[in-house]
Nanobody
Framework: QVQVVESGGGLVQPGGSLRLSCAAS????????MGWYRQAPGKQRELVAT???????NDADSVKSRFTISRDNAKNTVYLQMNSLKPEDTAVYYC??????????????WGQGTQVTVSS
């Protein structure tokens, strides 16, 4: 099994910064894509940013030039640096790992989520 754990959320003022971290652990054979999604109250979960094992990234238009995803393959860890935060960035942020375990089957593994609140 694969476990995914996020950290780094909190309360920040508009214009501020936060850095989220996510580590995958357990019986990991390989991880193809790691990424961040978010879900605001009353809204569907949406993609924020993803990173492949080869380093290719994909960002939502709403966070381009403000958020940066990075990844440490050796540590099975992905980070999300969030700058110039806006109130509309308030949401629960979830980490996802598209990974295979002992049975060689790729599955999506989700963390429990971390709350990010942008408010003055």
């Amino acid at each position: 099994q694969v476990q995914v754990v996020e950290s780094g959320g909190g309360l920040v003022q508009p214009g501020g910064s936060l850095r989220l971290s996510c580590a995958a652990s357990g019986s990991i054979l390989s991880i193809s894509v790691m990424g961040w999604y978010r879900q605001a109250p009353g809204k569907q979960r949406e993609l924020v940013a993803t990173s492949t094992s080869g380093g290719a990234t994909n960002d939502a238009d709403s966070v381009k030039s403000r958020f940066t995803i990075s990844r440490d393959n050796a540590k099975n860890t992905v980070y999300l640096q969030m700058n110039s935060l806006k109130p509309e960035d308030t949401a629960v942020y979830y980490c996802n790992a598209h990974a295979s375990s002992n049975d060689y089957v790729l599955r999506n593994y989700w963390g429990q989520g971390t709350q990010v609140t942008v408010s003055s």
